[in-house]
């Protein structure tokens, strides 16, 4: 147990995260279950992992902060062109960027105004309906469609594919009209 917490010191001095270091102890916590389980190990080393106090407080890691409507109507503004439709959507719809890079013109049925999500790109592993507003509808009607894809979220005619893209142009258009970017502000 002493080891552990020292282990939890050690990576918080080190700059982890609380949410981090609770992850690593699950991992190897269901490392050393699995070698129990096997007969590799005795029950003295999972006792050690069931008595370790978790660093992560329920809801201490939630967002504080969220763009008011003139920082997003700023922020529009100084977005490039292939970031600035994504964002719209996203922050009328509430989907998480992996939902938006998933995002296919086959899940979405402008008739009922809405957009069907799979199990397979929600974070949930479930299939969800989102609402489409007018500004959503109208986004959508304005990008172009592939011939060689169904993706709806494109930059130079192949699908936007990265997180970190998206990051990139979100950071950068948040720098240029002066809005603070990251968890941390």
Not at 5 to 26: C, N
Not at 124 to 148: F, G, Y
Request: overall charge positive; proline content about 4%; hydrophobic content about 35%.
């Amino acid at each position: 147990l002493l080891d552990l917490e020292k282990y939890q010191a050690m990576r918080s001095r080190e700059g982890a995260a609380p949410g981090t270091i609770d992850m690593e102890l699950v991992m190897t916590k269901t490392m050393v279950t699995k070698a129990f389980d096997n007969d590799m190990l005795d029950g003295r080393c999972l006792k050690a992992f069931r008595k370790v106090k978790k660093m992560l407080k329920a809801g201490s890691n939630a967002r504080k902060r969220t763009l008011s409507f003139e920082e997003y109507t700023a922020l529009s503004g100084g977005m490039q062109r292939y970031i600035s439709p994504l964002v719209e959507v996203s922050f009328n719809t509430g989907m998480r960027g992996g939902e938006m890079l998933s995002l296919k013109w086959s899940y979405i049925d402008k008739e009922k105004r809405v957009i069907r999500l799979p199990a397979e790109v929600t974070k949930e592993k479930r299939a969800k309906v989102v609402p489409m507003n007018t500004h959503v509808a109208k986004v959508l009607d304005s990008l172009p469609r592939s011939l060689t894809h169904d993706f709806v979220f494109t930059r130079k005619g192949k699908p936007l594919s990265s997180k970190t893209t998206i990051q990139y142009g979100f950071q950068t258009a948040c720098e240029k009209v002066g809005i603070p970017y990251g968890r941390k502000t």
